[in-house]
């Protein structure tokens, strides 16, 4: 009962301000989550536009697909689907997240219509360190995924980064995160697929 | 006006020149180094970093003087650092959904705001110790000092870099026909210790011509 006494006469003023800055903090992100959430669209949107030149309009093919993280925890992304000026599909968007180095790593990564080429990817968020782990914001890391075979990606320390094939050469001092890119593609390409090919969206022979 | 508001009035004034020369945070107590190095390459981010602690170091003095009274001594670290992340949160997330390219720009060093010691330091030496309007008044001496420092020191390093400031272009560039090769160091770390080198040099040379005067 001492002991009880003792902590809350210590840390009552530590408890309450806590629980009015949590509020004021719940407060500021329900005033604000509608425009960030838009902010973030409209980013996911010009990043996709810039990897599939064709498309001129990108619409939700499969909402709130369910996937797995690389930690088994389940979220859900929306798969879109890149239209080109014939309104024909040219490829298929979306967004995939994993841990780097210092914190979590966002990326949109886009796909040909037949799920067969990666198209390239771009960052949404990353907090990785900058110089180093930043560099995966960079043409010449992220140049390596343009038209390498949707299938595992393999990280190697050193190598010809302009070559492309399934081997992506890391970035120096930046291994963390240059594998965390890596990863979350691989995680998510494989995922990505089986719902496209479940949905019908594309056939198992591509 | 009587002797003792007059007196207070030069204690306000006194507090809120502090910030700005004679104890600046950055060349004077060199204090939050971490993002004058980092976000000086051009001066929208420096200026949005500066208006950011502004408005953390408000917030929080506010907060810690108003409570001082009721602050047990032990946990007064752990009352500042809670303060302080929440106002940070806040102006995180109001640049995240105003000014998203600015924020993206500046990536981690917004929510590093939560370790910058300036704002520590005023909470420790000034907020838990004084009343509301001394620390107000504390808070902006300190944070336009802050931001006034980050501001010159960003526009040194863009008009060099680049022959721009705030990104309309002052200087004619070679690569355009003009005299002016950008210095490509500038933009880079090394270029962001050469110019805090240089700048804290100048302000001591100055500092000890106004002691020996």
Known sequence: MFKIKHFIQQSWLLIVVSFFFGLLIAAANAAWQDKIQQNEEGKFETIARELLTEAVSFETAIEKAEVQSAKGKKINIDIKKAIAADRKCVGWAFSCEGSGFADKIKIVLTVDAGLEKIMGFGVLLSNETPGFGDQIKLPYYRNQFLGVPAEQLKLAKTGNSKVIDSEIVAISGATVSSEAVVKIINHYVEQVKKQLQNKGLVTNDK | MTNNSKAEAGIYKETLIRGLWRENPVFRLLLGMCPTLAVTIAV???????????????????????????????????????????????????????????????????????VNCIIICRAETCASKNSLGISIIDALGMGAGFTVTLCVLASIREILSTGAIFEIPILNLQSQGGWFVPWAAMSMPVGAFITLGLMLGLVNAVTKKQAKG
């Open chain 2, 44 to 114: 929208k981010p420096a200026l949005t970093m500066g208006l950011s602690v502004v408005f953390v170091l408000v917030c929080s003095n506010i907060v810690v003087s108003l409570i001082r009274n009721l602050l047990k001594p032990h946990l007064r670290i752990l009352m500042f650092t809670v303060t302080i992340a929440t106002f940070v949160t806040i102006a995180d997330l109001f640049l995240k959904a105003f000014v998203p390219e600015m924020s993206a720009r500046l990536g981690p060093y917004v929510p590093l705001i939560i």
